[in-house]
């Protein structure tokens, strides 16, 4: 199946201050291959991303137990591309598949480090990934630790860039401060979570560390589950997901919220992004996804999907981009009110 | 064989300043496997030790002149345990065993170190041990040439972590004044003996560096070779290991001091621990093993053990740790009369 | 076919400030093999080029689309020549022809050099190149990524030396500051245009390069693509390339400036060399490539040859040298009138 | 054939400020193995070495031109020995027979370090050596370029230990800063001519280097090729080497002097050593062993045999060493005149 006609092109973009170049928008695997869904649809997803010039495609140890990594790995062998085209990812911290014993299948060390892109790379059949990430920060490991074990990783050629997820600022730049001072190679991106309605981090947290180390961003989430489609608008749809019942653990997760105070005000706000959407021709998941793309300190903002059709809709984002002139992005900022006050730094 | 029901739950804690997590009773080979103890007891205390959640197994080059190391990998072959669950440790120093000329087999110079450990890993038919010890310090070499080694030894996979085993605290502290100032990595943890009756090292000598390096502590003979059990409270038994007239090399060690002066004020002590233990309800190797357990320094003490009746026992240690009162630990101080003295830097 | 009798003898030079000797005229497969000239003629130039004492053959990843880093490759296992008698280079920057999406196929990151360098080592069929060049500067890439992927490509026995191609000089000052504060090796050659008609980056530019750094040049266009043999003084002969009418780089290259002022200016330089050389008694080929060497900062003048006759040609410069007394030197500055003024620094 | 009763007991010594401990005796493939000595007796006289504890073997890649490595290495198969129980070095400078262009197989650039020591390892039949010396210093090739290249033999495996083989002292002092500066590993031993008869470089150039770098000797040519035997005392014997009228390398190296004034004083001075022999009841060979043991900056002593018998008898310069009194010491420099004077430096 090849993708649509008219859709527009791929857009490239360096991965902070490296060079290496990913599709503003890349395929995830998180909640979706391995897991819930077919391996059949994920080959069907992957190929129509490679069609559309997507060439990130991320994942992680712990997503679907390893099972995310092995059906990714079994696409790019099913469908012969080249190795050099592809920016492939995963993330080490939750390796508790790998063993009976979690004690050291977890976290940051180098035991864990080291094994698990070891466990990764095989269930890719890989020889090395792109990108490694340290998918969440260890407070019990030392931070010296985990950079000396990254740098290991990148020596061996397992790796060519390290980078972070879900690390607060101070810790990204503490490993920077160990890096300079070893003459190892600090995390040159960092995967946030990063949404119309989830924007602190990203614009506030992070705001000064873009020029000063040059971190680059692949943000999850563009469009918060689904919610920022507009879908929860009227109520929970009882063909979507979080209306099945089903209680696997992207349901928990989103369950946790529905109908609470947090809720109501999310909706209240996707609600009141619908208009601007209609006045740009828009759906609002293609608001969603531009308004994420024109942050130029996204490198690559990562989607999930389980059909097609996901893929080839998210791409229209880059039509869209250009429509968010800075009074279309004022007029969303007063209508999400939650803008974060940044003081910058003169050095 | 299953455990016993009730036995407590093992206890982890981080290897010094690292994030490896060792469980704090471990196993090890010294004196026990591939010597006096069979194969299929050595098997069987493994598996024990597995299951009651022991994930560090100890072990030398020069325990048994090799043996020990081969009949340890063999139990880990035989038992399909995961890699990852586990933490493997050898230690450098005495290779005898491994030529005929002894003069390059021993000691920590870069060669017996690569050497040491290529010969250590075929044994235990592994590719990598966790931990990596220089068994004792070697006067001879200098410090410079064995941190190097050590971390060749790190870079080429063939291990996680290495430490030192019996050196003296100025001695771990100018490795890593080396490591420093080459951008190495240190020692991180220390093997030492530890119990009682022995506990000037750990105590005073040691006192700064668990705060200056974050030494982590693998300590040894926790029942100085049970001793600290009271069983030889009232003499010498006839079917106990001292008294049956056979020359190993432990038998060996512990006669040379039966009888003499030390013997009997060591014996005075042990005596007086035994109210204490009734009062709480525990045999006295249980109090012993968890006075050592309650110094908080300690990553794991290392028990010995040739049948899996000792290995259970051994954790029953962990109920016990409570009971262990600032007032009881006071008691026992009291009793030994062996506290030292320890006068803390501000900086 | 063995070379003619009385050739000049070969002359080796050291590559800047290292210990490695190139022959001072070496043959390079830029526009020539793996494109319009056939094997069998590519294998024939090779063999002459070994048998006149070449020992530096040049190539590059981008030439012809890694047909040229094929045939050399060929031409070396054919002939059975000893690896160590040989200095083979290659240089990475567009290899486009190694993927179907060019993003990450051309420039310097970390990817593109590893995965760049692999596929040539194997196209040529070696272990390692001994010279390996950046083919361009990449100002989209930070310096220190390239400097300390170069230098991984060395640290894995990839390569012995890393140097550039056409870059500026501060470009490699920065190379060179970031390899010295980070510990690593810096750049000891550039590849640079030099020739009769263009002196400015060679004799200007990195003038003050020489003495700080040692940098080494390994030099292309000693001909000008033949304009500087006089062979278009009379206008474009018809059975020449340029005057075929065939459309390919090389004809494209040059015909952006058929006729132009620049083209008249240099033609006109051109023709008042013909004296000089007559009055020497040695072609303006001979001229030219002399010329070239003459200037002590050269290691080698790569030259490109689609028959043997050409290499043998070539060598005849080694004669000519001498007769290029600073008088002479000075002679065709004055006709040339292109002789750059460089202000040299005390320091 | 076992080495005869009563031979003195073989001596350890560390080889400078390292941990490697080298036979005081040893034996080197210099002018002998794989040239006029037949594998034969190159097999028996490794054996009779190995037999009387010689640990050490030394060769180089320009001894008969590769041959001898082969031939020791072959002893080393053949014997069984163990790898660990074995010194072996090599050097590299002359590799010309490595490939028809001598240009780059010669001399300390980083590509003929790496090529020399790949083809040295082929031909021993081993994949590491335990010395790596470079033979010469090598003035065209920066001593960085050096410096870095052995470190990368050791960082891969090839070998544990570098030094240097008649360099100058200047030369190894920068090397020691080079390597400081980079946080590498400098040379730890010096190969140098040494014996009653050349003592300037070993006594006065490098007294300062033995305290500062902990500089290690292995010294070559204890007998001056024979000379201090006293066989020449009485004129050339018909039937030695010197007297045979070959042409080899040896005894053109050594008829450049027969006859001349150098000749007539050195015979002079070893007609006047006998006495002495004579007096403490040892040959002179022996007095020629023993002094330079006498000297503990030496850490071996290489000399050369073509028969088991002149192994053995190099041994008895141990029973010699303790008749060396500074009385003696001091009526042989008396004797010799030779004495450097040494002016110490206070830091």
Known sequence: MAPPEGLPKMEYRFLGRSGLQVSAISLGGWLTYGGHVENENTFACMKAAYDVGINFFDCAEGYSGGESERVMGEAIKKFKWKRNDLVVS????????????????????????????????????????????????????????????FNHIINTGKAFYWGTSEWDADEIATAWRVADKLGLIGPIMEQPNYNMLTRDKVEKQFAHLYEEIGLGLTTFSPLKQGFLTGKYNDGIPSDSRLGSGSDDAFIKMMNKKVGDESWKKDIASVQKLKPIADKLGISQATLAYAWVLSNKNVSSAITGASRPEQVY??????????????EVLKEIDDVLGNKPAVFTRRF
Chains 1, 2, 3, 4 share one sequence.
Do not use: C, M, Q
């Open 90 to 149: 995963t993330k080490i911290y939750w390796g508790a598949a790998n063993g009976e014993n979690p004690v050291n299948n977890v976290g940051l060390s180098r035991k864990h480090i080291v094994e698990g892109v070891n466990a990764s790379l095989e269930r890719l059949g890989l020889d090395y990934v792109d990108l490694i990430y340290a998918h969440r920060p260890d407070r019990n490991t030392p931070i010296e630790e985990t950079v000396r074990a």
């Open 313 to 326: 809709e998210s791409v229209k984002a880059f039509e869209a981009v250009g429509k968010l002139t800075p």
